[in-house]
């Protein structure tokens, strides 16, 4: 199976601020690469396809970036509603589909 | 608009076995495939199995082996996922979600309590 890792766990950042989680995978996995967000009590929501391809309604101060095992999901200034837990998730060629651990960006 | 609405919460004994539903609104049901992920408090998310509504073939992760059972019933646009010999381990939130791979329409979720 293929190992997502997410670094860091946790991320203290003020509004405005410009926000980096990296997510890496144990094997290249070209492009096919997710970065969801998660709120308390809701299922998770797609920011991101194919690495850095924004999904449509998202506000374009999310960014993706990388290929092969690395990857990035910048948020540009970050905004009250962005406080959150945020996964990257591969889904190369075929099952299983494997989830980061996660990175919950707190206020500080 | 696509909607995927999952039945209500349970609570079981260990050992039992528990089957959560997932109905389809919003778009032609046997297209897209059905993802199933769970999420215990706390946690991440974990890959459960997957379904084609159109063929019933399906697939699972190694650790839910002879455990799992994922089936539809494409009358009534709804896919379900039956979890037996259920542990404490098992007490998560269910979520089916629709795609092969990328996951774009998630259900509520469902929160399975396995408690004596």
């Known amino acids: 199976d293929i190992q997502m890792t997410q670094s860091p766990s946790t991320l203290s950042a003020s509004v405005g601020d410009r926000v980096t989680i990296t997510c890496r995978a144990s094997q290249s996995i070209s492009t096919w690469l997710a970065w969801f967000q998660q709120k308390p009590g809701k299922a998770p929501k797609l920011l991101i396809y194919?690495?850095?391809n924004l999904e449509s309604g998202v506000p374009s101060r999310f960014s993706g970036s990388g290929s092969g095992t690395e990857f990035t999901l910048t948020i540009s200034s970050l905004q009250p509603d962005d406080f959150a837990t945020y996964y990257c998730?591969?889904?190369?060629?075929?099952?299983?589909?494997?989830f980061g651990q996660g990175t919950k960006v707190e206020i500080k | 608009q696509v909607q995927l609405v999952q039945s209500g919460a349970e609570v079981k004994k260990p050992g039992a076995s528990v089957k959560v539903s997932c109905k389809a609104s919003g778009y032609t049901f046997i297209s897209y495939d059905i993802n199933w992920m769970r999420q215990a408090a706390g946690q991440g998310l974990e890959w459960v199995g997957w379904?084609?509504?159109?063929?019933?073939?399906?697939g699972h992760a190694q650790k839910f082996q002879g455990r799992v059972t994922l089936t539809r019933d494409t009358s009534i646009k709804t896919a379900y996922m039956e979890l037996s010999s259920l542990t404490s381990d098992d007490t998560a939130v269910y979520y089916c979600a629709r795609g092969s791979g990328l996951f774009r329409a998630w259900g509520q979720g469902t929160l399975v309590t396995v408690s004596s």
């Open positions: 379904l084609n509504p159109d063929n019933g073939e399906t």
């Open positions: 998730q591969q889904y190369k060629r075929s099952p299983p589909w494997t």
């Open positions: 194919a690495a850095s």
